[in-house]
């Protein structure tokens, strides 16, 4: 049956629908061995075979990437998510892809925690670079060469008030 039958058939049955793209992207094609078509690169089995891979985003808000923030953990999400990563070594990897690998790809000879390199330096909201990845968390302050470009506050929830 084409789309466009089964929308129809849906719509004239009064049935709604709600799609999970997360969820489908991580679970499609997990039944096959090889061959699983995804449109993406799996960066985690080309760095398990000694390659080395970023993640990273370019062109946001044009035709040809029409959607998304520059948000570069989201990219490291949904890397994750398409290619079915979850085991906290391989997230962390995809972190790593982010920082060192990307440090690495750039030939950058001052990168690190070093005395003496620039205080290029991303605080995030998580305890763990694989918790980073996989809750998509927020940079709480950035600082680029020791200055302060980036302050945001955690959130913080609010119960509500009994409405009358």
């Known amino acids: 049956m084409d789309l ?17 793209p997360a969820t489908d992207l ?26 080395n891979c970023s993640i990273s985003s370019n062109n946001i808000l044009n035709p040809f990437t029409p959607l998304g923030d520059g948000n570069l953990i989201r990219m490291a999400n949904l890397q994750a ?4 990563i979850s085991h906290p070594h391989r997230l962390r990897e995809c972190f790593a892809m ?12 001052d ?25 998509v968390r927020a940079p709480l302050v950035a600082f680029k060469r020791g200055v302060r470009i980036v302050t945001r506050p955690r959130a913080e929830l609010h119960r509500p008030r009994n409405v009358t």
């Open 4 to 20: 466009k039958h089964l929308a129809t058939t849906l719509a004239d049955a009064g049935v709604a629908v709600t799609v999970l």
């Open 26 to 51: 991580f679970m499609m094609g997990r039944d096959q061995d090889h061959d699983i078509r995804r449109g993406v690169a799996d960066a985690n089995t080309l760095v398990e075979l000694g390659v």
């Open 81 to 84: 998510n398409v290619c079915q």
């Open 98 to 109: 982010l920082t060192e690998r990307s440090a690495k790809l750039l030939n950058l000879k």
């Open 111 to 135: 990168y690190g925690i070093v005395v003496g390199n620039p205080a290029d330096i991303v605080v995030f909201d998580a305890t763990t670079p694989e918790q980073t990845v996989a809750e």
